[in-house]
């Protein structure tokens, strides 16, 4: 069974770095095709893909967010760690991490299973 | 960017109705398109993948198909449960960065 799990703060002030951990069972990252992603909705509204890293440590960002985003991995520990800088109260959300499914690069690719979300709010 | 456009934005329809929800790419995506079943306060979950593969474990209620250009799509559910009532999302894989629809909220008449 794979299972997927977010954690970090509920509660940022402006301008600080958001630090979230997702840790996973049931799949390895260093398996060829896999990925995990990092997806946020704001409250009432609609998905949003932020980051995504390869099995091969390949990494792809959002272009609007690119530069206060930073994905990493611990293939080891089983956890992909997802750092977003300078929050603002726009980045309020629920933050979900989801495993990349389908084939390698070049095949059709989907995000299945997700882990339940963490609700990250951002206020002073 | 590719964008997907998702109509309608919501609709209403009755028990055992036939619902069918639109989603179209900004460019050619060929089969890269994937349905999510999200409810409230919980995570998406997948129902269809390249385009028209079902999700092990969803209801066979559940179909999508793809008009052969690379940019329509459309997910039918074809007799409404009860537990369909949810938001319902296309994203494409095609490229990053990848992009989901506006969602559609499918409610009970």
């Known amino acids: 069974q794979i299972t997927l799990k977010e954690s970090g703060p509920t509660l940022v002030k402006p301008t600080q770095t958001l630090t979230l951990t997702c840790t996973f069972s049931g799949f390895s990252l260093s398996t060829s095709g896999v990925g995990v992603a990092w997806i946020r909705q704001p409250p009432g509204k609609a998905l949003e893909w932020l980051a995504l890293?390869?099995?091969?440590?390949?990494?792809r960002y959002s272009p609007s967010l690119k530069s206060r985003l930073t994905i990493t991995k611990d293939t080891s520990k089983n956890q992909v760690v997802l750092t977003m800088t300078d929050m603002d109260p726009v980045d309020t959300g629920t933050y979900y991490c989801?495993?990349?499914?389908?084939?390698?690069?070049?095949?059709?690719?989907?995000?299945?299973?997700w882990g339940q979300g963490t609700l990250v709010t951002v206020s002073s | 960017d590719i964008q997907m456009t998702q109509s309608p934005s919501s609709l209403s329809a009755f028990l055992g109705d036939r619902v069918t929800i639109t989603c179209r790419a900004s460019?050619?995506?060929?089969?890269?398109l994937n349905w999510y079943q999200q409810k409230p306060v919980k995570a998406p979950n997948l129902l269809i993948y390249?385009?028209?593969?079902?999700q092990s474990g969803v209801p066979s209620r559940f179909s999508g198909s793809g008009s052969g250009s690379g940019t329509d799509f459309t997910l039918t559910i074809s007799s409404l449960q009860p537990e369909d009532f949810a938001t319902y999302y296309c994203?494409?894989?095609?490229?990053?960065?990848?992009?989901f629809g506006q969602g559609t909220r499918l409610e009970i008449k």
């Open positions: 460019q050619n995506i060929s089969n890269y």
């Open positions: 994203q494409q894989s095609y490229n990053t960065p990848i992009t």
């Open positions: 390249a385009a028209s593969s079902l």
């Open positions: 890293i390869y099995w091969d440590d390949e990494k």
């Open positions: 989801a495993r990349r499914g389908g084939g390698i690069r070049g095949k059709p690719n989907w995000f299945d299973p």
